[in-house]
């Protein structure tokens, strides 16, 4: 569970994204594996004053993008690994999503199979009108960390999944909701 505390006058939510708008990954790939779990770390080695400076600035990339009207809708990429987590903000919106394995942002020698269930210490999911996406990306790529659309929202209420030349329905919402919580 989480509790917060503050004030913010815009908020980025699981129930906000919506048919027509681009999924965009957004990692820092500025670290290393947590060998033998699935954690990749990209934060641990910052725990001097610096480093504490520069977490904070990549965090507050967030509350700026939701402030400027630049995205409503994202989740951090949790231990259900970035799929399972696009999953989930899909059935909170009530949407489906169609993601491009390949454009996933993800270290040289990351297996795609580790890098898709891998927890990164900072990686979210965004959704973005298409004509804002680019403005999205950049406010990450200024800070180093990558970032980029690898799909599209839709109305489908499935998880489809593109690699190479094939396309896969990774989940369907409409037949097996995965937490039930479907608006």
Known sequence: SVAILGRARHLLTSFDARPGEVLIAAIDLRGRWHDPHPFWDASS??????????????????????????????????????????????????????ITLDDIPRPDDAPMERWLSAFPSYGYLLTARPEAAGAVMARFHGRGIAASVIGQCDSTQRLDVTWADEKETFWDLARMPLMGCAP
């Open 45 to 98: 080695a910052l725990c001097h004053t610096e480093g504490a400076a520069r977490l904070r600035g990549d965090l507050d990339l967030l509350p700026g993008i939701a402030e400027d009207g630049l995205s409503r809708a994202a989740k951090d990429i949790s231990m259900a690994g970035l799929l399972g987590t696009a999953l989930m903000l899909a059935e909170c919106s009530g949407i489906g999503m169609t």
